[in-house]
């Protein structure tokens, strides 16, 4: 007999709305104590949104971008990021890396006399390299990317939620629009938190973030239209249950063979990786708990619509009551 893992138990039958009082309540406080903590004490941010300087380095030696951060950390520039570039265009001796220093106090961007004290400290690592390019962003530019990146965030959720609208009913998009929204702002508020980094890559980590919630969420929604045209007299607050039920063992499987590889690259992944792979781990972990206890809520709270194959007579708010017996 063929061994099968099984994380959940097979006909569960759990109430997922039987402390929906208390879930809904301490999620509501908690985002709206992300966003005031966010206004108030304000997110750590990196140098996309500080401004700073990005130095282009090219050594024939291989990149060492570890040595290259512990020689400058002497200099007391902040914050110092170091990542090698690769492209296949380069020859076999071309190693490029880039070095970007966040702007310092006062200033728009790291003075000429510090680019050279830079160029001295990291030659002392390897006498090969040399300095190919430098440039600066100024602090207008970096407030003008995070309203840029708070706009992508927005219209990616409300993006999300129109397509839920076409594919189901407007009452499922506004529980999808509303539990994605609550995704992104917990996870701002645990970087406001533990003042966490924010840089680019944490943007482009909750946009993946909201791709996978909407995902989860979509799979609860479909079981749940499926169960409410088979049970058409069953009440829509067991209809939902039963519909969660029947996935649960998808999205555990699902949402723990992801956070395995996130953190295997927690551990190997470096400095660079780390602040993305904890606000996708973040993510994953609010994300499954918004598509069962957030959204589907929302869509208890609205009614919704109980046989698809039949044209809609009343509001789909309240049709539920009037279901073919």
């Not at 919630?213 to 169960?227: C, H, L």
Request: glycine letters at 8%; hydrophobic letters at 50%.
């Amino acid at each position: 007999m063929a061994f099968r893992l099984k994380l959940v138990p097979e006909n569960t039958k759990w109430d997922f709305f039987s402390l929906s009082r208390i879930t809904f309540g301490v999620s509501s406080a908690l985002v709206i104590a992300s966003i005031v903590a966010w206004l108030v004490v304000g997110l750590n941010y990196g140098i996309d949104f500080k401004g700073g300087t990005t130095i282009r380095t090219e050594a024939t030696n291989a990149v060492d971008a570890g040595a290259y951060r512990d020689a400058i950390a002497p200099l007391g520039l902040g914050d110092v990021l170091v990542t090698e570039v690769f492209d296949p265009t380069f020859r076999a001796d071309q190693n490029v890396a880039q070095i970007r220093i966040q702007a310092q106090e006062g200033e728009d961007s790291v003075s000429p006399e510090m680019v050279a004290k830079v160029e001295a400290a990291v030659k002392a690592v390897d006498p090969t390299l040399k300095f190919t390019s430098v440039e600066s962003v100024g602090a207008k530019v970096s407030a003008e990317l995070i309203w840029q990146a708070i706009i992508a965030v927005g219209l990616a959720c409300l993006g999300i939620g129109i397509y839920v609208w076409l594919r189901f009913e407007w009452q499922f998009a506004v529980g999808s629009f509303i539990s994605l929204l609550h995704d992104v702002f917990l996870t701002i508020g645990v970087f406001v938190l533990f003042q966490i980094k924010f840089d680019l890559t944490i943007i482009a980590a909750l946009l993946t973030i909201v791709g996978y919630s909407i995902n989860d969420t979509v799979v609860v929604f479909d079981r749940v239209r499926e169960n409410l045209i088979k049970y058409k007299t069953m009440p829509l607050r067991d209809v939902m249950n039963l519909s969660i039920n029947e996935t649960m063992s998808r999205t555990v499987m699902t949402g723990g063979t992801t956070i395995l590889a996130l953190i295997v690259l927690m551990i190997f992944g470096g400095d660079v990786l780390r602040g993305f792979v904890f606000a996708m781990t973040w993510g994953i972990l609010v994300g499954t708990y918004s598509s069962v206890y957030i959204a589907t809520n929302w869509v208890l709270f609205l009614g919704v619509k109980r046989d698809w194959s039949k044209p809609a007579d009343t509001p789909a708010g309240t049709q539920f009551t009037t279901a073919d017996k």
